[in-house]
């Protein structure tokens, strides 16, 4: 495996992407972690950061002591630090490099350079730059603006690799080539982090923590949960007991329909309906955190009275995946911040029983290959993010079973547009809201007074920033008609543009 020491850069997660994405295993660890040095550890990435190497506060790391064991690649600040711990000099240059630079190579034959043509773009982003290399190194490449823009330390010994551009975004047309050579011709790493190698790994080793116990979970309809349930299935088979609950503010014909292709899989999963015990207690609630509260509790109850009916159980299978726990260090200081996100509300917490989450250490797009290999629909597998409160949160004010309908109604019809014209693939998450203002409206020759409902698109990466969907005016035209003609109470229909930030990707 491959290291990723985290100084703080925003782009520290993309290296890691980057590397799975030449099938090599990697892991993200705050910068001043213990680092164990066993024979599974092929090489290790310094990531860059948003201090400046001259901070009298600023991160720093045993390099030539990590060099000593293995390769090491330095990445902007990786590559800074570098330079200035081996005697080089780095300071504020005039020239602040930000954005497309072009790359030209000055030893075209080092192995890190292979397959690389000259004259690549690369992507800046640095107010520092190195002056003066350290004695004993040699410049591989320079841009317009840098001398040092690649750069290595000479002589024998582990190869100690510096950048300063990120080869890891995607603007760094050839970047992903560069950190293979590192992995491969460099690290000598074997590209074999595989969604199939994975699956037969996470099998066993579910097989060796689990032993003959039973692992009880709640599942969601997600692609994650679903992911993780079908791998501690092949593990352990009916000792897995699922527990899908029917909230009342599922999707429409969503209860159903997901249970189906749980039987499919070949998931052993009881559907619990406690639709009305949820409506009788979000009943009069307004305020969207008593919604939440509401919602978080009841599961938790539910679920907690069906892990009573089962004897014995010992785990409790979770859906986590690897941005939920990467740590991640601070921009103000050294300090670090643990991010902790429970799938289902609090369960981990109330139920003390041992956890079991054969996704802790993938990207959502992986776990998406993972569902793949284990033959799961792409239907599922591709769904939009759905709030665990569910439409509870996109029913501004109240919630009645009857608004509930009239927004599954809409949002039926939306989805289904969004499919049928080719566009569901093409956003992040999308959904209507059911406002709580009646308007004025003329149907035929009468007069309506009824329910507007907006609808949302937006495209994103992770949910943390999202930009509402650029959807064609003819699809608008359209769903606009198709929901007003078709769901009888809403005779208004508009479309949220606001982006995030300010907004938040749902109303409540
Ligand atoms: P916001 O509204 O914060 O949403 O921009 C970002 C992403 O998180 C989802 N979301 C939730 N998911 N419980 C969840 O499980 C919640 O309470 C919740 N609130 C928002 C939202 O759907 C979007 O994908």
Redesign the pocket.
Known sequence: KILILDFGSQYTQLIARAVREANVYCEIVPFHSKIQFDPSLKGIILSGSPFSVNDPNAPDVDIQGFNEKVPVLGVCYGAQLTAKKFGGRVAKSDKREYGRALFHKKNADDVILKDIMDASQVWMSHSDSVLELPEGFSVLGTTEDIPYAAFKKDGSGNPLYCVQFHPEVYHSIEGKKLLKNFLVNICGCHQDWTPAHFVTDTINNLKAQIGDRKVIMALSGGVDSTVAATLIHRAIGDRLFGIFVDNGVLRKNEFQQVLDIYKKIGLNVKGVDAKELFYGQLAGKTDPEAK?KTI?KLFIDVFQDEAKKIEGVELLGQGTIYPDVIESVSVHGPSVTIKSHH?V?GLPDIMHLELVEPLRFLFKDEVRRVGKELGIPADLLNR??????GLA?RILGEITPEKVQLLQDADYRYVQGLKDHNLYDQV??A?AILLPVKSVGVMGDERTYEFTVALRAVT?VD??T?DWAHLPYDFMAFISNDIINNVRGINRVVYDISS?PP??????
């Not at 939009?384 to 409160?389: A, D, K, L, T, V």
């Open positions: 939440r978080g799938n509300g939009h993010p759905f709030p665990g409160p949160i992040w998450q959904g994103s949910g943390m999202a995030k907004a938040t990707i749902e109303w409540e």
